[in-house]
C-alpha cells in the first residue's frame, strides 16, 4: 500500500511554544489530505482537511489560528500547534487519499505530543 | 448526533468463537465504508473496505445495509492476534472526509 510518513513520533514541548509535525506521502500525490486528534480511549476525531494550494478547511470546534495547516505540495502538509497547552497533549495523525474517491486512506504512524 | 456510532465494547472473546460488529451512520449519502483495525498506540490499518454486495477476506467478513445505514463486520475463528480496536468509517464525498466511529475493542482470550 501507500506510504505516508509523520515526524516527529513524539514530542515533549513547553506550554506556550509552537510544535510542527509533518505529514508526507512518500510514493504518492496527495491533493488532500486529513488531519485527526486522538485522546486516550477515545477514537480519531478529524480536525481538519488539508487541500494542496489552498485553505484547510476545518471541522466545528477546531480553531484554525491555533493548528495552523500548510499543504505546500502535492506531498507535504504540515500541522503547527501553536502556543501548546497541556490539554492540547494528544496522538496526532495525519492521513492522504491516494486515488480517487472510493480508495481507502493511508496514515501516517502519528505524533504524540506531550505539552509540560 | 455524531456522524458514525460503534458499540465500543469491549469485547471479550475465546480463541475460536465468532465476533459480530456493527456500525451505523447518520448521512444517507455517505459512499465509501471501511473497516479499520487499531493497535495500542498505532496508527490504524485498513482491514477492508465494505462493498453494498457485502465482501469477505479469509475469516472476516463485512456487510452493508443502505436502507437501515448500518455496516457490520464479522470474525470468524478469532485469533489471540485479532486483540485490537476496530474503527468503522465513512467517508462523505460531497465533503471528501472520513469520519470515524469510537472504535470497538476486541480481546481475544487463549
Known amino acids: 500500500g501507500a506510504v505516508v510518513s509523520q515526524h516527529p513520533s513524539w514530542v515533549i514541548c513547553k506550554s506556550g511554544t509552537s510544535v510542527k509535525i509533518e505529514c508526507r506521502s512518500l510514493d504518492f500525490q496527495a491533493t488532500t489530505m486529513f488531519w485527526y486528534r486522538q485522546f486516550p480511549k477515545q477514537s480519531l476525531m478529524l480536525m481538519a482537511t488539508?487541500?494542496?494550494?489552498?485553505?484547510?478547511?476545518?471541522e466545528q470546534g477546531v480553531e484554525k489560528d491555533k493548528f495552523l495547516i500548510n499543504h505546500a505540495s502535492l506531498t507535504l502538509s504540515t500541522l503547527t500547534v501553536t502556543s501548546a497547552h497541556p490539554e492540547d497533549s494528544s496522538f496526532y495523525i495525519c492521513?492522504?487519499?491516494?486515488?480517487?474517491?472510493?480508495?481507502?486512506?493511508?496514515f501516517g504512524q502519528g505524533t504524540r505530543l506531550t505539552v509540560v | 448526533r455524531k456522524e458514525v456510532e460503534q458499540d465500543p465494547g469491549p469485547f471479550n472473546v475465546p480463541e475460536g468463537a465468532t465476533v459480530a460488529f456493527n456500525c451505523t451512520y447518520s448521512?444517507?449519502?455517505?459512499?465509501?465504508f471501511f473497516w479499520y483495525r487499531q493497535d495500542c498506540r498505532k496508527e490504524p490499518k485498513l482491514l477492508m473496505s465494505?462493498?453494498?454486495s457485502g465482501n469477505e477476506d479469509g475469516r472476516f467478513t463485512a456487510q452493508l445495509n443502505r436502507a437501515s445505514q448500518y455496516i457490520s463486520l464479522l470474525i470468524r475463528d478469532s485469533k489471540l492476534s485479532d486483540s485490537a480496536t476496530y474503527l468503522c468509517?465513512?467517508?462523505?464525498?460531497?465533503?471528501?472526509?472520513?469520519?470515524f466511529g469510537t472504535g470497538t475493542s476486541l480481546t481475544v482470550i487463549p
Open positions: 492521513s492522504a487519499r491516494a486515488g480517487e474517491m472510493n480508495t481507502e486512506a493511508f
Open positions: 488539508s487541500n494542496e494550494g489552498s485553505k484547510a478547511t476545518y
Open positions: 465494505v462493498y453494498s
Open positions: 448521512n444517507s449519502a455517505s459512499q465509501s
Open positions: 468509517v465513512v467517508n462523505e464525498h460531497s465533503g471528501n472526509q472520513f469520519y
